[in-house]
């Protein structure tokens, strides 16, 4: 298998724009996790799928920031307008969704985001 | 906010010497995971631990989960420099949602 893939795996961007990250999960895998990495913030969540259907977006910082996961095989999360603050390494994350306590999340190689 | 607070941030080591990475927090788990994260990559779960005072063994890395179930503990026996990276521990207070503590950043050196 080939792993969870995000692309593109680095993007530079002005403020304003709208950006776009995008996720294939593992094959099989029901659940899928949004995450951003910071030096100040660490590793947090921003939104839990289950079976395509969000869980959790309390993570979410705001409504600049929205998610999607249209089918089993795909999710978007998408900034708009994306601010310098934005600048970050976002993670997607899949795990097989039976029980979450036990389970592997495996990680993709994430989406190096900067925000000029 | 749950904190889990990593001890310490940084160790920089000499090869085949040993060490000890910490995380702590207030916090009751139902679980535990440690995680190593290499530059320009994901994490990628080394250990799961669930019952308090748990050890579990990889290789030369030894895992304890505490007894209250608040804290664990990474011994690294003979370090070597493939042990480089950034150690990463994840609470789960709740069903789904784990925390991730502040990292532990080693460096060992040949």
């Known amino acids: 298998d080939a792993g969870v893939i995000q692309s593109p795996r680095h993007e530079v961007t002005e403020m304003g724009q709208e950006v776009t990250l995008r996720c294939k999960p593992i094959?099989?895998?029901?659940?899928l996790f949004w995450y951003r990495q910071t030096m100040m913030r660490g590793l947090e969540l921003l939104i839990y799928?289950?079976?395509?259907?969000?869980?959790?977006d309390s993570g979410m910082p705001e409504d600049r920031f929205s998610a999607k996961m249209p089918n089993a095989s795909f999710s978007t999360l998408k900034i708009q307008p994306s601010e310098p603050r934005d600048s970050a390494v976002y993670f997607c994350?899949?795990?097989?969704?039976?029980?979450?306590?036990?389970?592997?999340?495996?990680f993709g190689p994430g989406t190096r985001l900067l925000v000029l | 906010t749950q904190l889990l607070e990593q001890s310490p941030q940084f160790l920089s080591i000499q090869e085949g010497e040993n060490l000890t990475v910490y995380c702590n927090s207030s916090?009751?788990?139902?679980?535990l995971q440690w995680y190593r994260q290499e530059p320009g990559e994901g994490p990628v779960l080394l250990v799961t631990?669930?019952?308090?005072?748990e050890v579990k063994k990889l290789k030369r890395l030894t895992f304890q989960f505490g007894d209250a179930r608040k804290d664990s503990s990474l011994h690294i026996t003979a370090a070597q420099t493939g042990d480089t990276g950034l150690y990463l521990c994840?609470?789960?207070?709740?069903?789904?949602?784990?925390?991730f503590g502040t990292g532990t950043r080693l460096k060992v050196l040949a």
């Open positions: 094959s099989g895998h029901n659940s």
């Open positions: 994840a609470g789960l207070p709740g069903t789904y949602k784990y925390i």
């Open positions: 631990v669930v019952t308090g005072g």
């Open positions: 799928f289950n079976n395509n259907v969000p869980i959790d």
């Open positions: 916090s009751v788990f139902s679980s």
């Open positions: 994350a899949s795990s097989l969704g039976l029980r979450l306590s036990l389970e592997t999340q495996y």
